[in-house]
């Protein structure tokens, strides 16, 4: 299948990936734990996705493969290192979707009304969107998604405007109410909204030149989300202020303050469109992930050896996963641990794949910053190593009771500079 994703189209499938669900409940969570000092932790974690995203595009443009940080972990430390990686993303999608879900469920159900129903309604009709969308391949899910972003971007530009009239430097004291300590777990908090980088590095092989245009797309997509999520949180602790730490909703309080009138219907629309942005994105991007570790061998390929049947598994887990018995606290955590342990295998490998110079430069520090990332999860990163003990296993087994059907893992031929 030849290669149709456009510079554009990545760009947009970038963006709705990272910018995600973060703004519908990130702010009032960060201010919770950091009061006015959760801005340090914004600007942090902005900075931060500058080299982890240029890593993740430098090993996607000379590496294009449909695994993504699997394959890059596999050329650099073996092919259990590449299915633990796998199985750490892969499983961690259907998790996280119905947290993604369940923060807009929220919105919906209070423009609407209904509670927990319209929420699961919501989930449901999110999902099933990005799974038809999906299935007919990106050419069709690619050009939705710039409709989707171009629409957020306009609907986040008018909250912001709205709200400029109200900001107040009074604000921002006290700055740091819960000391300083209090910005680190904001910023542990904050790593759910800028999850997503790795996602896209499953599509570098799609892009019509990988060298070119996946570097383009991601840089395009750091500057849109970095403008973005700095001027939604300083708006929102300048204009709420105190209130913003109890906040359920704070863009349509933002709304409710600039514009007043139908905000609750507003930023439902949002939160929707946000939510239907990310979901798409991954499952575009895990769906080709599980058929590359069927690949590879690192999951049964009569489950998973093709993109419908990797997609509807994940579609299926996902329901799954809505109905446990976890907090969406506690689910989010789990999620973001087990995305932070690939970011930090993910750098790692760039530090032996990358050719000598600034890229690697970039990765180095890309690489700190995320062990960081994962200390500051804490114990909700077990989840990742639990995924990662569980690929070992299979790959024993695997090798023991069917070695010789065992495929070699792919390793793509690298682009030529």
């Not at 509670?115 to 309604?121: N, S």
């Not at 019509?208 to 989300?225: H, K």
């Not at 689910?331 to 750098?347: E, Q």
Request: hydrophobic share 55%; glycine share 12%; charged share 10%.
């Amino acid at each position: 299948m030849t290669a149709r994703l456009s510079v554009a189209q990545g760009t947009a499938l970038s963006i709705g990936a990272v910018l995600g669900t973060g703004l519908i409940s990130m702010p009032a969570l960060a201010a919770a734990a950091a009061g006015p000092a959760a801005l340090l932790a914004w600007l942090a974690l902005i900075l931060l996705s500058a080299p982890l995203a240029w890593t993740f595009a430098a090993l996607g443009a000379r590496f294009p493969d449909g695994g993504g940080v699997s394959t890059y972990a596999g050329r650099a430390f073996g092919r259990r290192a590449s299915a633990a990686v796998g199985w750490c993303f892969y499983f961690a999608v259907p998790l996280g979707a119905p947290v993604a879900a369940s923060f807009t469920g929220g919105y919906v159900a209070g423009a609407l009304g209904g509670g927990r129903t319209t929420e699961f309604l919501t989930f449901l009709g999110v999902v099933l969107t990005a799974y038809g969308m999906n299935l007919f391949g990106l050419r069709i899910s690619g050009r939705v998604q710039l409709v989707l972003t171009g629409t957020l971007a306009l609907l986040l530009v008018v909250t912001v405007l709205a709200a400029l009239p109200h900001l107040d430097l009074a604000n921002l004291t006290p700055f740091a109410p819960h000391g300083w300590a209090g910005v680190g777990a904001a910023a542990a908090i904050l790593v759910w909204g800028f999850a997503g980088w790795e996602a896209l590095s499953s599509l570098s092989a799609e892009y019509r030149n990988p060298r070119r245009d996946v570097p383009r797309a991601t840089m395009l997509a750091v500057a849109v989300v970095g403008v973005l999520y700095l001027a939604v949180a300083a708006v929102s602790v300048l204009a709420l202020g105190p209130g913003l730490a109890g906040s359920r909703a704070p863009l349509a309080d933002l709304l409710a303050i600039g514009l007043g009138g139908p905000v609750r219907e507003i930023t439902a629309v949002v939160a929707v469109v946000l939510t239907l942005g990310a979901v798409n994105a991954y499952y575009a991007g895990a769906s080709r992930l599980g058929v590359a570790l069927a690949r590879d061998g690192a999951l049964p390929p009569r489950v998973f050896g093709g993109r419908r049947r990797s997609l509807t598994f994940i579609f299926a887990t996902s329901i799954g996963c809505a109905l446990l018995p976890l907090s969406v606290e506690k689910s989010a955590l789990l999620v973001t641990g087990c995305f932070t342990l690939v970011y930090v295998i993910g750098t790692a490998a760039a530090l032996r794949l990358l050719p000598p110079g600034w890229s690697r430069v970039v990765a180095g520090v890309a690489f700190i910053a995320v062990c960081g990332l994962l200390w500051l999860n804490g114990w909700p990163a077990l989840l990742s190593l639990g995924f990662a003990l569980g690929a070992l296993i299979y790959q024993i087994i695997s090798d023991r009771y069917g070695r010789s059907h065992q495929p070699p893992i792919h390793h793509p031929t690298p682009v030529p500079a």
